[in-house]
Nanobody, 121 residues
């Protein structure tokens, strides 16, 4: 599976961005898909996860109510809609695919390149 993340950029606090993760090689419905992020000087952390069927989702507490993860099987793409962005959301965001619905980074086998999200105050 090859993953291509896009949609990052510079936005003011309170603004919105939608990240996309386009998959090729296998359909995303076969995999759990996760969005992770890594801020400067910090470890990579899970942000949101969606199961292959789309029936289960997980969100990091700090993004609940602001971020929404979704999938479009027809486009083989997973999205992360980010609203009410805060400066602390600034990070490089990565999408990943794994065979198990999990919040553990080590369970994800395939990773896209990162996309930078910068939120100015």
């Amino acid at each position: 599976v090859q993953l291509q993340a896009s949609g990052g950029g510079l936005v003011q606090a309170g603004g919105s961005l939608r990240l996309s993760c386009a998959a090729s090689g296998r359909t995303v419905s076969r995999y759990a898909m996760g969005w992770f992020r890594q801020a400067p000087g910090k470890e990579r952390e899970v942000v949101a996860v969606i199961s292959g069927s789309g029936s289960s989702t997980y969100y990091k507490n700090s993004v609940k109510g602001r971020f929404t993860i979704s999938g479009d099987n027809a486009k083989n793409t997973v999205y992360l809609q980010m609203n009410s962005l805060k400066p602390e959301d600034t990070a490089v965001y990565f999408c990943a695919a794994g065979r198990t619905y999990s919040i553990l980074e080590r369970t994800y086998e395939y990773w896209g390149q990162g996309t930078q999200v910068t939120v100015s105050s």
